[in-house]
């Protein structure tokens, strides 16, 4: 991505079920990015930017259309705003006022603003490397390669950790929560989560699968353990910021990527829609 003096940026999709983990990797990563490694980074939580009443925890509702709707507009509005923010970084100069921007807008601007990740505010042009992570549940494949879509269009960087967590072990620690998320959202996400298969995706060559299961917020996280998983993380993103990912209109390989992509979410989307069909019936032969 070419900026004004700023150097190269990354997007970091943080994915894997609700209590794996990610978001202690990810305030992991937000420190010690900087102190170790010698570049900027930026944590994107979803559960942040997106308000509870219209994030759905993580799951579109099964039964009722307008919440569907919201929970779908909800996250497209926070990918909105990355590019918006996207483009401001790559100009050098401060994004755009809140005209005509999505609701969300102030919430991600106050978000980078507290980070020190906006242009013109941060003291100087950037010159280290920019990791943005994106810290969501990400459970289909077609969500995280939205994302991917979004680092093509600006020839940016582009991995992938996935948390692998046993479900009794992710429920354990919902439970140990104070806003806990609904024990069927978790099981279902069990159910129906694609992980990374970097060997049949090309796109999603810069892949990390790691075991959370030693480390969570509650549980003592094993030191040794924890600075070989920071290696590997560090490696891969080295990795992907030296490999950006390319435009290339005629790339048929990826082509038939975005083909099996919008087919799995037409998929999803016939499921969603079967559901509320026989949710209706039930209701009516009730009544």
């Known amino acids: 991505m070419e900026r004004s003096g700023c150097g190269a ?28 490694h010698g570049w900027d980074c930026a944590l994107l939580a979803y559960d942040d930017l997106i308000p509870e009443e219209g994030s759905g ?62 242009p013109g505010r941060s003291g100087g042009p950037r010159s280290r490397p920019l990791c943005i992570i994106l810290d969501d549940n990400f459970y289909y494949r077609s969500m995280r390669y939205e994302v991917f879509q979004m680092a093509r269009e600006y020839s940016l960087g582009f991995c992938q950790l996935f948390l692998q967590c046993p479900l009794e072990l992710c429920l354990h620690r919902n439970r ?45 996280c094993d030191a040794g353990l924890m600075e070989t998983v920071l290696v590997q993380i560090f490696n891969l993103l080295d990795t992907a910021l030296e490999n950006p990912v390319k435009q290339n209109t005629e790339n048929t390989e990826q082509k038939e990527a975005d083909r099996a992509i919008c087919a799995a979410s037409a998929v999803h989307q016939a499921d969603q829609t079967c559901r509320r069909i026989i949710s209706q019936a039930m209701k009516e032969a009730k009544a």
């Open 176 to 220: 140990l929560r104070g806003s806990p998320v609904p024990e069927g959202t978790i099981c279902r996400m069990a159910q129906r989560v694609e992980v990374p298969e970097p060997e049949k995706n090309p796109w999603e060559q810069h892949s990390l699968i790691l075991s959370s299961s030693a480390c969570s917020p509650e549980e003592q």
């Open 57 to 118: 925890r993580g799951e579109p509702p099964h039964e009722e259309p307008p919440s569907v709707s919201a929970w779908k507009r909800r996250r497209r509005e926070v990918l909105l705003c990355l590019e918006r923010l996207l483009r401001a970084l790559r100009s050098g100069t401060a994004p755009p006022g809140p005209a005509a921007a999505p609701p969300s807008w102030g919430r991600f601007v106050s978000c980078c603003a507290e980070q020190g990740l906006l």
């Open 9 to 36: 940026v990354l997007l970091c999709v943080l994915c894997g079920l609700p209590a794996a983990g990610k978001s202690t990797l990810g305030r992991t990563l937000r420190q010690q990015l900087p102190l170790r």
